[in-house]
């Protein structure tokens, strides 16, 4: 049977592994918990035709693996604890028109990412970790016209702001810093 999973979570993954898995045309969820995956990987990792869930922890992955990775025509969930990526490599994913759910983590993303996020017209779900988003980014975010659950830890978001979201979108589903 053909193997649609790979999720190696007890060594640490190398770009040199990577090169191996463009056999696995079937691989639909990959998932690296240890290990550094680079740039370079993504091109190999955007060429799997059916890859719908990526998850790449400790990968220090920039917009140039984003600009690779934009052409993944499958992708549904995306998942970068620890990228380096900015604003302007986010918006290249715009592309993927399947994409549904995104968690970011990167020290080079600010408020300014919420206004490409809200660019993406397949977003259903948004999780933005130690990304300083504001009350201004938070209402452009909670504005997406299909957005279902909204993820933020370390925000910047007030006090203030969590009352206007809890308020005027109360169906969102939200965690704040891990909690509901």
């Known amino acids: 049977e053909a193997r649609t999973s790979l999720h ?6 190398t770009d040199e592994m990577v ?10 969820t990959l998932v690296f918990d240890k290990g550094a995956v680079t ?7 955007a060429s799997l035709p059916d890859l719908q869930h990526l998850r790449l922890r400790l990968s220090p992955i920039t917009d140039d693996g984003l600009r690779k990775l934009s052409k993944s025509e499958s992708l549904w969930f995306l998942n970068l604890p620890h ?4 604003a302007a490599g986010v918006a290249e994913l715009q592309s993927i028109r399947s994409l549904r759910q995104l968690r970011l983590g990167s020290p080079n993303l600010g408020n300014e990412v919420t206004r490409e996020i809200a660019k993406f017209p397949s977003l259903r779900g948004i999780h933005l970790i130690g990304v300083p988003v504001t009350d201004e980014g938070l209402k452009t975010l909670a504005e997406m016209p299909y957005l279902e659950t909204l993820y ?8 203030a702001g969590w009352d206007w979201l809890f308020r005027e979108h109360s169906n969102l589903h939200v965690h ?5």
């Open 39 to 45: 740039d370079q990987s993504m091109e190999i990792i």
């Open 19 to 28: 090169s191996n898995i463009s056999d696995l045309q079937q691989l639909s």
């Open 8 to 13: 190696i979570q007890n060594f640490p993954v």
């Open 152 to 159: 933020l830890d370390d925000s910047a978001v007030t006090q």
């Open 176 to 180: 704040v810093n891990q909690n509901h």
């Open 83 to 86: 990228s380096e990526v900015t």
